[in-house]
């Protein structure tokens, strides 16, 4: 059973940093295709990055350029590192991983993953 689990939120100014974690674990894939995800109160939950095994990145308009998402394979660990950080990037922050192999804007539909840890919450203060 693959176990994901999310760490690092918190709360913050605006123009701050943080870095998430995310630890999957328990799992016997080859493969693993990893992304960050996070939802609003009142939001739909929206795609924010993602990762394959081979370090390839997406990012989400909203993130390109502030958010740098990378993994330490010996730890089987996924970062998410946001900077300049803003009011509307604060929601729940969820990291989710699948086997299978995800092409073009597929990274950004939450329905494809079948793996997602509880969330860690993100609070962007102005």
């Known amino acids: 059973q693959v176990r994901v689990m999310e760490s690092g939120g918190g709360s913050v100014q605006s123009g701050g940093s943080l870095i998430l974690s995310c630890d999957v674990s328990g799992h016997t894939y080859s493969h693993l295709f990893v992304g960050w995800f996070r939802q609003a109160p009142g939001k739909e939950r929206e795609g924010v990055a993602a990762?394959?095994?081979?370090?390839?990145?997406n990012y989400a308009d909203s993130a390109k350029g502030r958010f740098t998402i990378s993994q330490d394979n010996a730890k089987n660990t996924v970062y998410l590192r946001m900077n300049s950080l803003q009011p509307e990037d604060t929601a729940m922050y969820y990291c989710?991983?699948?086997?299978?192999?995800?092409?073009?804007?597929?990274?950004?539909?939450?329905?494809?993953?079948?793996?997602w840890g509880q969330g860690t919450q993100v609070t962007v203060s102005s």
């Open positions: 989710a991983a699948d086997p299978a192999h995800f092409l073009g804007d597929q990274f950004l539909d939450d329905t494809l993953y079948g793996f």
């Open positions: 990762i394959d095994d081979n370090g390839s990145t």
